[in-house]
């Protein structure tokens, strides 16, 4: 989403043979797809298989995964620092030198409400260091898709940025950036990253953790008897992990819990709240549902209240601002925050340091947070670093 130095790639790939039971990268790629530098990731369930699984998994989060049954006592003070606010970026060391300005850079993005809140928070943030930025709707279909990226290579800009398009639908046209040498950063995509020339961000390792974290923090609330109905869309390859994640882990976290993972079309985005009434009526024990971003389950809270149903519990991963307001007003309970701004200046911090040729590993992390109050739900700051724009402009070398 970039190339990793070979001990985070190592570590994420044993990560993924441990927690999904399959090899890195997914089933072996064609010859099209070695040339190009792999497919995109895949996935099958399996819990963290290992020791050695274990340790690497640590090793890329800091989080360590639990290999057996869990308590409720074992688990309050884990779930409870999962709530805490993060004071400190992942990313410690400055970048090299100063970002040069007059860089053209094309930033694609998907059409979904939250997706743009990050096209105009990467906007920001890449202006911020003199760059030139175009913004490209990659539309909603895999022909769009395509489209869209061989409307960034007719820019040939100085880099391109994307997210959440598994590499099967633009292998072509990242096989053709690669060759013009210009860098492509994809972050939330599941793409396996290609030495000097396509690099990954925000990707597996965060949202196996978040898959964790959500897991324990479902298991605690529940008293340890959590029955839970996850939705996801399998078409954006990092929700498809996070919520494969959870699958795999709940069930051997917690021996009376239950997650059914319920597959749904990106048309469902806004419009789910039928199919969830009526898994409802059909699960009348289920207690959470869970989506895996937030603008699924827009129109969900507002649904079960009209049916009765408040006694469910709403959680999202990755909420919008409307999320957040749902949470505030009580029509939602739980958010795992990706703050759409940290999250965009994470990845200008990245492309700076893909640039500069500087070490990138801490580029693809970020701390994380579930918040369940929002005293201000427009508030930017919501799962973030307070300070992270100062701390990133000093990273920057911008004040000095």
């Known amino acids: ?33 070695s040339a190009s530098g ?12 290992s020791p050695e699984a274990a340790k690497a998994f640590k090793a890329v989060t800091g989080l360590d995964a639990l290999e057996r049954p869990a308590t409720a006592e074992e688990l309050a003070p884990r779930v409870a620092a999962y709530q805490e606010v993060p004071t400190k970026l992942l990313a410690a060391e400055p970048v090299s030198k100063k970002a040069e300005p007059g860089k053209e850079i094309a930033i694609l993005y998907t059409g979904v409400p939250i997706a743009i809140e990050y096209y105009e928070a990467q906007k920001q943030a890449a202006e911020l260091l003199g760059w030139k930025v175009t913004g490209i709707d990659v539309g909603t279909n895999p022909e769009e898709f395509a489209q869209a990226y061989d409307r960034a290579i007719g820019l040939k800009p100085d880099m391109v940025i994307g997210s959440g398009i598994p590499r099967e639908y633009l292998d072509k046209q990242l096989t053709e950036l690669q060759r013009l040498k210009i860098p492509v950063i994809q972050w939330s995509s599941g793409v396996q990253p290609v030495d ?12 196996m953790a978040a898959g964790i974290q959500t897991s324990e923090f479902l298991a605690a609330d529940g008293d340890m008897k959590a029955d839970v109905v996850g939705f996801s869309v399998k078409q954006y390859a990092m929700i498809d992990v996070f919520t494969k994640s959870i699958d795999a882990y709940m069930e051997k976290m917690c021996a009376e819990c239950s997650f ?30 869970l989506c895996g971003f937030g603008d699924l389950c827009q129109g969900v809270g507002t649904a079960l209240k009209a049916a009765g149903r408040s006694d469910v519990k709403i959680m999202t991963r990755d909420p919008a601002s409307t999320n957040y307001q749902n949470i505030a007003n009580g029509q ?27 070490d990138t590993t801490t580029s693809r992390l970020m701390p994380q947070q579930i918040v ?22 000093k990273l920057w070398k911008l004040d000095d």
């Open 332 to 358: 939602e309970w739980a958010g795992g925050a990706l703050p759409i701004g940290q999250t965009s200046w994470q990845v200008i911090d990245l492309a700076q340091r893909v640039f500069n040729g500087d």
């Open 260 to 289: 059914d993972l319920q597959q749904v079309a990106a048309a469902d985005v806004g419009k789910l709240a039928p199919k969830v009434t009526a898994y409802l009526q059909q699960h009348p024990d289920t207690k959470y549902v």
């Open 38 to 49: 792999g497919s995109a990731a895949t996935a099958s369930t399996g819990p963290i298989a």
């Open 1 to 33: 989403m970039f190339p990793a130095p070979r001990s985070l790639a190592t570590a994420a790939c044993a990560l993924t043979i441990g927690l999904f039971a399959a090899g890195c990268g997914g089933d072996e790629p064609s010859d099209e797809a």
């Open 196 to 207: 000097g020339s396509l690099y990954v961000a925000v990707d597996d390792p965060l949202y």
């Open 372 to 393: 369940t109050d929002v005293p201000d739900p427009k508030s930017a700051l919501i799962g973030a670093v307070p300070d992270y724009q100062a701390q990133y402009r």
